[in-house]
């Protein structure tokens, strides 16, 4: 990506990029808490427990990031505490399609956020683009899960699609500005 006069240097950029990507990541463990608090002893427990440990590596990676760098988080992660869960448990409570309709709407959101994180760092920060992409492989896998689960399914796919990816990509810009 080409740089442009007055664009932050790229200590800026990349400390942006980990508050934001702790921000998505405790939201998404979030997420998975509220799921597997409703669902987590029916069928679809062990898909959301696997997708939830894969959550709290990529959680715990950026959490040392943030320390390491000695970057701040954001200050709305108590708001993701709360949100986080509600979103996750209200989707569980609709049935295990709406869970994963929820999974694809903000599994699609990260993709695209870390896709352009990584167009962005352009062989700049190799570990943490080496990170980055491992994890959106690894949430295209939960989004893939998650349509073979039924995610199209489910009551008003269309509707619950576009509102949780909507705030899933508000959720996005605000972490990483504030």
Known sequence: MKRLPGDPPLKARVEAMVRV????EYGAR???EGQLAVLGR???GPALRHMARQEARHLA???AELAGRRVRPT???PLWHVLGFALGAATAAMGERAAMACTVAVEEAIDEHYAGQLEALEGEE???AAAIGEFRAEELEHR???LDAGAEQAPAY???YRAVNTASKLAIALSTRI
Do not use: K, S, V
Request: aromatic share 12%; charged share 15%; no cysteine.
């Open 21 to 24: 990507n702790h921000a998505g």
């Open 30 to 32: 979030r997420i998975y």
């Open 42 to 44: 029916g069928p679809a």
């Open 61 to 63: 990676y950026f959490e």
């Open 75 to 77: 200050a709305l992660q």
């Open 126 to 128: 190799p570990e943490l």
């Open 144 to 146: 893939d899960t998650a």
């Open 158 to 160: 269309g509707l619950l």
